[in-house]
């Protein structure tokens, strides 16, 4: 079965330039979650997605960074315009609702703006 | 804020022995996972405890929960150069929506 899929894997670009991280979560689950992670301040949730509706993004940094759920198999996260303290590894997960019900993570997209 | 926290931060042993790690939370939970991470990848899920479960195995995995004390240990027995990862607690508020809220993880290096 095919796990959660993020692309790309790498990504470097320049500060200012917009950037657009994507994720197919897995087929059947219902939640989507966004999560950053660096050194200094571990693992974020950034926004969280409930059979497409955005419930939670009280994570998300700025306005400069924006989530769209448009149906149950892609999501996208976009950073505009890009920053050097935006450099991080994003993570996607999903999940089936119900508690307990464990996140299953995409191998994340390593994110380096100069 | 974080809800879980794990210690140590780190944790260096060599193959064969056992290494324990342990997760701190501060709110009434309704259960509480433990994850891995390797290297350039993303979290795995290891292990699930009830909140009103006290020890769950899984094969050479050994997970506690003390809810008076609100903490959990991971145990890996005889462990391998393989297990050499981050590990990662993950609990949901009791009362909550049911979305896991990561520590910042033990690192833990296996020697072989």
């Known amino acids: 079965d095919a796990g959660v899929i993020q692309s790309p894997r790498h990504e470097v670009t320049e500060m200012g330039q917009e950037v657009t991280l994507r994720c197919k979560p897995i087929?059947?689950?219902?939640?989507l979650f966004w999560y950053r992670q660096t050194m200094m301040r571990g693992l974020e949730l950034l926004i969280y997605?409930?059979?497409?509706?955005?419930?939670?993004d009280s994570g998300m940094p700025e306005d400069r960074f924006s989530a769209k759920m448009p149906n149950a198999s892609f999501s996208t996260l976009k950073i505009q315009p890009s920053e050097p303290r935006d450099s991080a590894v994003y993570f996607c997960?999903?999940?089936?609702?119900?508690?307990?019900?464990?996140?299953?993570f995409g191998d994340g997209t390593r994110l380096s703006i100069l | 804020s974080q809800q879980g926290e794990e210690d140590p931060q780190a944790l260096s042993i060599q193959e064969g022995e056992n290494a324990t790690m342990n997760c701190s939370y501060k709110?009434?939970?309704?259960?509480l996972q433990w994850y891995r991470q390797n290297s350039g990848r993303g979290l795995v899920h290891l292990i699930l405890?009830?909140?009103?479960?006290r020890e769950k195995h899984s094969g050479r995995l050994r997970v506690t929960l003390d809810t008076s004390k609100k903490s959990s240990s991971l145990l890996i027995t005889a462990s391998r150069a393989a297990d050499t990862a981050s590990y990662f607690c993950?609990?949901?508020?009791?009362?909550?929506?049911?979305?896991?809220?990561f520590g910042r993880g033990t690192s833990l290096i296996v020697h072989p």
């Open positions: 087929s059947g689950h219902d939640y």
């Open positions: 997605f409930n059979n497409n509706v955005p419930i939670d």
């Open positions: 709110t009434s939970i309704n259960n």
């Open positions: 405890i009830r909140s009103n479960e």
């Open positions: 997960a999903s999940k089936v609702s119900g508690g307990g019900q464990p996140q299953h």
């Open positions: 993950a609990t949901d508020a009791s009362g909550g929506s049911y979305i896991p809220t």
